[in-house]
């Protein structure tokens, strides 16, 4: 069995491996086989290091705001389908 070997990178190495997979139009195998890393440690490199996933789990500012105004929008909206229930129900024994 092959015993593994660590190999620990330069954090200025890593950065910049990130931004250059970022910007450039290759396959990301093919570039991390020509940086000499595994694909696997590129793609954690571009998900440190990718503003769209610092922060929170991942989330960026705008989507917190998002999520927020689409909860206030679902408790509303579920308010108001009560309101029509009981008015449906108020019509319908009216008619009776």
């Not at 996933?53 to 579920?78: D, F, M, P, V």
Request: charged share 35%.
């Amino acid at each position: 069995m092959k015993k593994r070997t660590v190999t620990h990178y330069a954090e200025e190495f890593k950065i910049n491996a990130a931004n250059v997979a970022l910007e450039s139009d290759k396959h990301l195998s093919k570039l991390s086989e020509e940086l000499g890393v595994h694909p696997t440690t590129l793609r954690g490199w571009i998900a440190k290091n990718t503003p769209s996933q610092k922060g929170k789990r991942g989330c960026t500012g705008s989507l917190e705001e998002e999520n927020a105004r689409l909860r206030k929008e679902n408790i509303r909206l579920r308010k108001e389908r009560e309101i029509l229930k009981k008015a449906a129900a108020y019509f319908a024994s009216e008619t009776q």
